[in-house]
Every structure is written in structure tokens, then in C-alpha cells.
């Protein structure tokens, strides 16, 4: 099992932007995908974006395309999700996640562990 731990979060005016961090423990952490999820209250989670190990693939939400970027480094055991332009509704809680699979995936059942998550507030 990995360990993962979400930073980086917190209060932003709308318009401005957040760098979240997730630090994984373990010595496999470039053989996987990894993911940023989100869940605000009384909605379901939903797919953000997802990194293939290696970094050289990733997708997105529509929602977030062209505002929000994923990225890894592997030395460091560490993924990343730039998030510019932030909106209200981009409020809630962020999660990253570690695949099962060594490739990218949109889809939450292929994701094995995940961190407690992180706040993002953004204000109006």
C-alpha cells in the first residue's frame, strides 16, 4: 500500500491560482498513474486529471482543461496539479490518488489509494 499526502491547499480569490502536492511514499511510485480527484459537499467525487508514470501522457476533465495541469517528478516521489483561473465553483476537497495501472485513467475503480484529501476555498 502507498501512502499519500495532499498539500498545498487553501483560501484563494477567484481568478488566482493553487499549486497542490502529493507526496508518495514507497519505492514504486514511478510505475504508476496517478490522479486529482475532487469531491465539494453533496456531490459526488469527480475526475480531474490523471499523469501516466513516466509523465509523458495525461488527460483532463473538460471542466478544468486549459486552467488546470498535472504533473509528476519522480525523484521526488511527488505529483503536482497547477490550478489557474480558479472559480467558486472549484471549491471543494482534493484528493490525488495512486492507479493500479501503469497508464493513465480517468475512471475512480482503478485507483487503489488515496490521500485525505486537501481544501480548496475559493471566494468570490
Known amino acids: 500500500q502507498v501512502q499519500l499526502v495532499e498539500s498545498g491547499g487553501g483560501l484563494v480569490q477567484a481568478g488566482g491560482s493553487l499549486r497542490l502536492s502529493c507526496a508518495a511514499s514507497g519505492r514504486t511510485f514511478s510505475s504508476y498513474g496517478m490522479g486529482w480527484f475532487r469531491q465539494a459537499p453533496g456531490k459526488e467525487r469527480e475526475f480531474l486529471a490523471t499523469?501516466?508514470?513516466?509523465?509523458?501522457?495525461?488527460a483532463y476533465a473538460d471542466l478544468v482543461k486549459g486552467r488546470f495541469t498535472i504533473s509528476r517528478d519522480n525523484a521526488k516521489n511527488t505529483v503536482y496539479l497547477q490550478m489557474n483561473s480558479l472559480k467558486p465553483e472549484d471549491t471543494a476537497v482534493y484528493y490525488c490518488a495512486r492507479s493500479s495501472l501503469g497508464s493513465t485513467t480517468i475512471r475512480d475503480y482503478n485507483y487503489a489509494d488515496w490521500g485525505q484529501g486537501t481544501q480548496v476555498t475559493v471566494s468570490s
Open positions: 499523469i501516466s508514470p513516466s509523465g509523458s501522457a495525461t
